[in-house]
């Protein structure tokens, strides 16, 4: 066998070869199993025909066994042998050709088309009031895409800068109720700190004079004015406790008011603020230039914070095609490529090689080839290579062009 034409031709002229190799390694063995047990047998017939030449009869048998014996041709079994050899040197030569040659033109089917996409979703729960855009058309990179049903956010946001205000206008006056109720129980204080010095002394005098009363002869009209001075003292002295109470109990009460008013002033502020950035989320914009994709159909559903709705396939898609390493020896950066993909038949894409993957080297790589030559099995690696398009061949189509479609690719090698 020759190798000629293109190494796609080689390729098959050896799979049908190394075919018809393995025919005849079964024909031989065959073959050469029968004759080994014809012989074996006829070693045997003259051993006894030889052992009974004494008989009368040792003449007929032998007749009688040689008629019985097939004719055969001398060295039929060397001249299979020789054409077997042969064969299996032809297809060792053509798969070293073909490991050394590899293919002229690198072909593959093993290609498809990638390239950035990215998701569209909503930052916030809701339901989709409308889509800006319609499918497969090109946006840019900021351009408004949907928005959110905001109805109830801007009535969230009402009913929390209604309760601000209130509590805003509430809290001045809190604040002077509460600087009342303090400057009353400063007062209620000093009120009681005098009572209690004024009992003090009555106490005071009240005892002494009741106990000279007896020995020093004193009036009981002394006697009575003190005693009246004491319950006097005591009495005012227990309404100003009762005072002082309650100034207390009146500043607690005015300080729990304020600190609820200044946490729901609080609060509203903060819902406010929180319902001010939902509603900037309603609005959805691009993210990238790109074509839109719809993934959702059905936009009336309640969507989830997150949940992808549509997506933008990016204008710059590229090829990654699959080659056997063999295959890399006439592949090189800047090569032309001519892509072809199944879903525009009609249409043949231009581009070039723009990166190769680097190919592992080592002793398996070596014993994986010592395989591919006497085994007739391919080494199991590919190697990526990456094809970028030409701008020129994708006009008009690039909306068009998404990750994922089969392609095939073939590289000018010349």
């Known amino acids: 066998?020759?190798?000629?034409?293109?190494?796609?031709?080689?390729?098959?002229?050896?799979?049908h070869d190394s075919?018809?190799?393995?025919?005849?390694?079964?024909?031989?063995?065959?073959?050469?199993?029968?004759?080994?047990?014809?012989?074996?047998?006829?070693?045997?017939s003259d051993k006894s025909s030889v052992a009974s030449s004494n008989g009368a009869d040792a003449l007929p048998q032998l007749a009688t066994r040689s008629d019985r014996?097939?004719?055969?041709?001398?060295?039929?079994?060397?001249?299979?042998?020789?054409?077997?050899?042969?064969?299996?040197?032809?297809?060792?030569?053509?798969?070293?050709?073909?490991?050394?040659?590899?293919?002229?033109?690198?072909?593959?089917?093993?290609?498809?088309?990638?390239?950035?996409?990215?998701?569209?979703?909503?930052?916030?729960?809701?339901?989709?009031?409308?889509?800006?855009?319609?499918?497969?058309?090109?946006?840019?990179a900021?351009?408004?895409?949907?928005?959110i049903d905001k109805r109830d956010l801007e009535a969230k946001l009402a009913a929390a800068r209604t309760d601000l205000v209130q509590a805003q206008t509430m809290l001045p006056e809190i604040e002077t109720q509460l600087s009342k109720a303090q400057a009353e129980l400063e007062t209620a204080e000093s009120r009681m700190f005098y009572r209690e010095k004024q009992l003090t002394e009555a106490i005071s005098d009240y005892q002494y004079i009741s106990k000279i009363r007896t020995k020093k002869g004193v009036s009981p009209l002394l006697f009575?004015?003190?005693?009246?001075?004491?319950?006097?003292?005591?009495?005012?002295?227990?309404r100003a406790k009762m005072t002082l109470v309650s100034a207390h109990d009146r500043v607690r009460k005015v300080q729990e008011l304020r600190d609820t008013n200044v946490s729901k002033m609080h609060e509203a502020e903060t819902t406010?603020?929180?319902?001010?950035?939902?509603l900037s989320f309603t609005k959805i914009y691009a993210p990238a230039n790109g074509h839109v994709l719809f993934d959702k159909t059905n936009f009336a559903n309640h969507l989830s914070a997150g949940e992808a709705f549509l997506k933008?396939?990016?204008?710059?898609?590229?090829?990654?095609?699959?080659f056997n390493e063999n295959q890399l020896k006439h592949i090189k950066l800047g090569q032309r490529v001519t892509i072809r993909i199944e879903a525009f038949k009609q249409h043949t894409f231009h581009g070039e090689v723009v990166n190769i993957a680097p190919v592992a080297r080592g002793s398996a790589g070596r014993i994986a080839l010592l395989l591919s030559l006497f085994a007739f099995i391919d080494p199991?690696?590919?190697?990526?290579?990456?094809?970028?398009?030409?701008?020129?061949s994708v006009v008009g189509l690039a909306e068009h062009i998404d990750p994922g479609l089969d392609t095939f690719v073939e590289i000018d090698a010349r």
């Open 69 to 140: 014996a097939p004719s055969r041709k001398p060295g039929v079994g060397k001249r299979l042998i020789l054409l077997s050899a042969g064969i299996i040197c032809v297809g060792t030569i053509a798969r070293i050709g073909y490991h050394l040659l590899g293919e002229g033109t690198p072909t593959t089917d093993k290609a498809v088309v990638e390239g950035y996409t990215y998701p569209v979703s909503s930052r916030i729960d809701g339901t989709i009031a409308g889509i800006l855009v319609s499918n497969r058309q090109y946006v840019q």
């Open 380 to 392: 199991p690696q590919n190697v990526p290579v990456k094809i970028a398009f030409d701008s020129e």
């Open 272 to 278: 406010v603020r929180q319902t001010e950035t939902q």
């Open 19 to 44: 075919g018809q190799s393995a025919l005849w390694k079964k024909d031989m063995s065959e073959i050469l199993r029968r004759l080994s047990g014809r012989t074996g047998h006829s070693a045997r």
């Open 312 to 322: 933008l396939v990016g204008d710059d898609p590229w090829v990654v095609a699959n």
């Open 224 to 238: 009575s004015r003190a005693k009246k001075e004491y319950e006097s003292a005591l009495s005012e002295y227990l």
């Open 142 to 147: 900021g351009d408004l895409l949907a928005e």
């Open 1 to 15: 066998m020759t190798l000629k034409g293109t190494g796609r031709e080689n390729i098959e002229d050896f799979v």
